[in-house]
């Protein structure tokens, strides 16, 4: 009879310490963390080195997170120091950044060069040259370039602290250009001793001012500018000159004129190619010229090349037209708000990430201080007007136009349906816009 009581108790002992005793479960190789576990609840004595010393802590942990994973209770335990510094962008990959440090910065002790994961980052519309601030978790790879994990960043225009040393272009090798060449001008970034900025019109050139500007001028002003001594490198469409001076732009965007149409060429193998443009009404500027048509070399990813064997990254024209643009279905976006929608529409579209990317660094500046854009991408209105005929006939053909114009309140619209184009074999892509008047 005893036996018989003693079976239950014995029973109920063995439950209660599967329940509440717990066992060695795993040594980790992050300093010497150590996790016990039961059936109700985990214990971790915590010794896992950090970027600022050890994590030494013994906690406990039920319910759901017993369940959880080493790494995940890590995160709910310590926040790591955030470090932040400034970086110039080098290289712009599918899903990565690499950038280089600002001399004065202290991360120059680990490396001068670093590269990071975008995937979780917010989009930002970079091109190499353009300026960040980084936030990161402390942790340095030991590898070169050095490789971290960014938290958060931010693209920079406003850099009137900071004195610019890099090299905009070699006055050696540039050519000496018309100093009336180009005079109005938006600003789209601002140093302690020079500013860059992009010609309000038919231009692919981006221009570098050398002088300092007063507190009175931003990133995004239209303005007019004296200057002398100026230099152009024509490969690279970039112009360095010293300002004389700055006032504000009475000049008004043309309302007819489409905006740095350009476009690319993807073949799936190295290909001849003649593309010709039946554009109701004038061209205004084009690059590399425009002869009867343009008769490039194509290459698998992009690369044109004619028949002096220069290089091109796509073909650019801008032109007057007498289109009517249409805005029956289109999309009322607040200037603040421009760059992801325009990430999104886009991607929508078909544009790749290199290519959404020059394009929204194109616009952006001309719409994100507007109090709202008034949006539609053209279809019929803009094919019409500018005719395409490429030699080989594509198997695809994207071409995105957009059409907007700023208002100062909301405007109801109905929205536009994006259709998203499959790009199989041989594609040719093509984007630009205008400023309409309303």
Same mark, same amino acid.
């Given at each position: ?9 014995? &029973? ?75 970086? !110039? ?53 030991? *590898?070169?370039? &050095? ?7 931010? @693209? ?8 610019? !040393? ?22 789209? @970034? ?19 001012? %050398?002088? *300092?500007?007063? /507190? ?12 002398? %001594? &100026? ?24 309302? =007819?004129?489409? =905006? ?10 190295? !290909? ?22 343009? $008769? ?11 028949? #002096? #064997? ?15 643009? /249409? ?24 544009? $790749? @990430? ?17 109090? =709202? $854009? ?6 019929? &209105? ?10 080989? !006939? ?15 309140? =909301? ?28």
């Amino acid at each position: 009879m005893k036996k018989k009581i003693w079976i239950p108790i014995i &029973a109920v002992i063995v439950v209660l310490a599967v329940l509440f005793v717990p066992i060695p479960q795993a040594s980790y190789d992050d300093g010497g963390t150590r996790e016990y576990v039961a059936l109700t609840y985990k214990i971790v004595d915590w010794n896992r080195i950090t970027p600022d010393g050890v994590y030494d802590e013994t906690k406990v942990y039920f319910f759901s997170d017993r369940y959880k994973s080493i790494d995940e209770l890590f995160e709910l335990e310590y926040q790591p120091p955030e470090y932040e510094f400034m970086a !110039t962008v080098l290289k712009v990959y599918d899903g990565s950044v690499l950038v280089e440090a600002f001399a004065e910065e202290s991360v120059n002790n680990s490396s001068d060069q670093y590269t990071f994961s975008t995937t979780k980052l917010d989009y930002l519309a970079l091109v190499p040259g353009d300026i960040v601030k980084l936030v990161y978790t402390g942790i340095v790879e030991e *590898s070169y370039p &050095a490789g971290i994990e960014v938290t958060k960043w931010e @693209r920079v225009d406003d850099l009137s602290s900071y004195e610019y !040393t890099g090299e905009w272009l070699n006055k050696e090798t540039a050519e000496v250009c018309n100093e009336n060449l180009l005079t109005d001008f938006v600003i789209t @970034r601002i140093y302690k001793d020079c500013f860059f900025a992009r010609s309000l019109f038919t231009s692919p050139y981006t221009i570098k001012l %050398n002088g *300092s500007v007063s /507190d009175d001028w931003c990133v995004g002003d239209r303005v007019a500018c004296s200057y002398k %001594n &100026a230099f152009e490198d024509k490969e690279t469409h970039r112009i360095e000159a010293d300002l004389l001076t700055i006032e504000q732009s009475d000049e008004e965007i043309d309302p =007819y004129v489409c =905006y740095k149409p350009v476009i690319y060429l993807y073949p799936q193998s190295s !290909t001849q190619v003649e593309v010709k443009l039946d554009l109701d009404g004038d061209f205004t500027c084009t690059y590399p010229e425009y002869k009867d048509g343009w $008769n490039v070399t194509a290459m698998p990813d992009g690369t044109l090349i004619d028949e #002096n #064997n220069k290089h091109y990254n796509y073909l650019y024209w801008e032109g007057e037209t007498s289109a009517q643009y /249409d805005f029956s279905s289109g999309f009322c976006v607040k200037g603040e708000d421009t760059a992801q929608f325009l990430e999104k529409a886009l991607d929508k579209l078909g544009l $790749n @990430r290199k290519e959404a990317n020059e394009f929204i660094v194109y616009w952006l500046p001309l719409m994100q201080n507007n109090e =709202y $854009n008034v949006i539609s991408f053209q279809t019929d &209105a803009y094919t019409d007007a500018a005719k395409l005929s490429v030699t080989p !006939t594509p198997d695809t053909e994207i071409r995105v136009f957009m059409a907007y114009y700023e208002s100062d309140s =909301y405007v109801d619209i109905d929205e536009q349906k994006l259709i998203t184009p499959e790009r199989n074999g041989f594609t040719v892509v093509e984007w630009g816009g205008t400023q309409v008047a309303h």
